[in-house]
């Protein structure tokens, strides 16, 4: 019931865009502009704000960082090379691997957290979502810029990429607010409430475009895709909290609050960040919103699954 009552609101949310896309309250062009408004706006104020607002002790714990970011990263380059080698585009190769390996620790992983675990795991939490949605975001966007200037001559490539990345609002963000951690510079009331509110529509916004877009999608060709489907969610929800269990247990034998936060946050379901990309990037979408919404519904029945085994 704790699941189902945390994920309501994310199937409400894409409902309300598809709502508003199938009765033609926003029009064809509405899914790119409120996916623009992520990008350029509120997921960039979302990033500065963690990242300004994180002390460096809290987000120092090292065995809960090689445990999460590890099995995040497995999955995440596991999957880049699987699609690669089925002939896959890197930028596209690139968007699969966060599907299988960008959990939703903003959106989800808060509440569930602080309602499974308690206050102890918020700064666990806090580390994971600055994983995921900073540091392999960031990975995934390098990937992306790289594989889109291979029509450039080789020598300009490098140059193009890092004169692309250096105008990318979504990594520019969480660099600056990691100059004002380390400043320890504190942000002003009026700031701080601004980057509340504009960060606080990340989330929102995303699910909305996600419904807008699923509204507006063909359903033909789906037996091939479908499978993938399958394969990227199960990495998603099985695989990627195995290798982060192995990595925080057998591996690293950390204390076992530490390492059943790391498994329950590696078992979230897929984030809107790998649709937001595809959107922007002008990669096929259809792919991740299907993983999205299929690894945020099959969530509840793994993670409870999760929470039986482990005796929670």
């Known amino acids: 019931m704790t699941n189902l009552l945390i994920v309501l609101p994310i199937f409400a949310l894409i409902l309300a865009g598809w ?23 509120a997921l960039p104020a979302l ?25 995040t990263f497995i999955v995440f380059m596991g999957t880049l090379l699987w699609r690669r080698a089925k002939g ?33 795991g918020m700064g666990p939490t806090l580390i994971a979502t600055i994983i995921t949605v900073c540091i392999v975001f960031a990975v995934a966007i390098v990937l992306i810029e790289a594989s889109l200037q291979t029509q450039a001559r080789r020598r300009d490539i490098a140059r193009k990429t890092c004169l692309s990345l250096a105008k990318n609002p979504l990594l520019i963000a969480p660099v600056l607010g990691a100059i004002v951690m380390v400043s320890g510079v504190t942000l002003p009331a009026p700031v701080h409430a601004f980057l509340k509110l504009l960060g606080g529509a990340a989330s929102p916004c995303a699910l ?5 877009f699923l509204a507006g999608t063909s359903s033909g060709g789906a037996g091939q895709r479908l499978s993938t489907t399958g394969i990227l969610v199960f990495l998603k929800l099985v695989a990627q909290p195995v290798v982060t269990y192995v990595i925080a247990g057998p591996i690293l034998s950390l204390p076992p609050l530490v390492a059943h936060t790391a498994v329950l946050l590696a078992a979230l379901p897929t ?14 979408a259809s792919l991740t919103g299907r993983v999205v919404l299929a690894s945020t519904v099959l969530s509840l029945v793994t993670i409870s699954a999760y929470l039986s085994i482990a005796g929670v």
């Open 271 to 284: 984030g809107t960040g790998p649709f937001m990309l595809a959107e922007f990037y002008n990669r096929e």
């Open 19 to 41: 709502i508003a896309r199938k009765s033609g309250a926003l029009g064809p062009n509405a899914t790119r502009e409120v996916n623009r408004l992520v990008v350029y706006l």
């Open 208 to 212: 909305i475009a996600l419904g807008l």
């Open 88 to 120: 896959r585009p890197l930028a596209d190769a690139a968007i699969d691997g966060l599907n299988a390996g960008y959990a939703n620790t903003g959106f989800i992983g808060f509440p569930l957290v602080l309602s499974l675990v308690g206050t102890a």
């Open 47 to 71: 990033l500065f704000d963690i990242m300004a607002n994180a002390s460096p002790a809290e987000i120092w714990q090292p065995g809960f960082i090689i445990a999460f970011s590890g099995g």
